[in-house]
């Protein structure tokens, strides 16, 4: 399936006392990686909703494997999990410079209508650049 990947460093205050990423900036770091698994196909999540259209997380699962640590470069790198229908799902694995794996994620986001907050099917732009 599609797939996209995005290198940044490890920010200090992103780190525990131990210089450690702190458990809960890994969401960040997911949604980091689903916004440009967007953009690289062509579109902005900020597009998206300025055409109505809002993708909550409804299911958010990490396993951590390894700690990243302050100054590490990692990667993120997301992966479509099926051709979407009213909910997307994505596969993420981060990975150090060693090529370590860090972390194992998964989430799905359900396409919901901004103005009546009720599902709706994934938006056929979208589709037709996932299955292009």
């Not at 797939?3 to 940044?8: D, G, V």
């Not at 100054?71 to 479509?80: A, G, K, M």
């Not at 359900?110 to 938006?123: A, E, L, N």
Request: glycine share 4%; with cysteine; hydrophobic share 40%.
């Amino acid at each position: 399936m599609v797939l996209n990947e995005i290198s940044f460093r490890i920010r200090y205050a992103e780190t525990d006392q131990m210089r450690v990423v702190y458990h809960g900036n890994y969401a960040q770091y997911l949604e980091m990686g689903r916004v440009e698994w967007l953009r690289n196909l062509g579109y902005s999540y900020k597009s998206m909703e300025e055409s109505g259209v809002m993708l909550p997380v409804i299911s958010l699962q990490v396993q951590f494997k390894k700690p990243a640590v302050y100054d590490d470069l990692i990667t993120v790198e997301t992966r479509l999990k099926k051709i979407p229908s009213v909910k997307i799902e994505f596969d993420f694995t981060i990975y150090n410079e060693s090529k370590e794996v860090l972390v194992e994620a998964t989430t799905v986001l359900v396409f919901m209508d901004m103005k009546t907050k009720k599902p709706i099917k994934c938006p056929d732009y979208l589709l037709e650049k996932i299955k292009s």
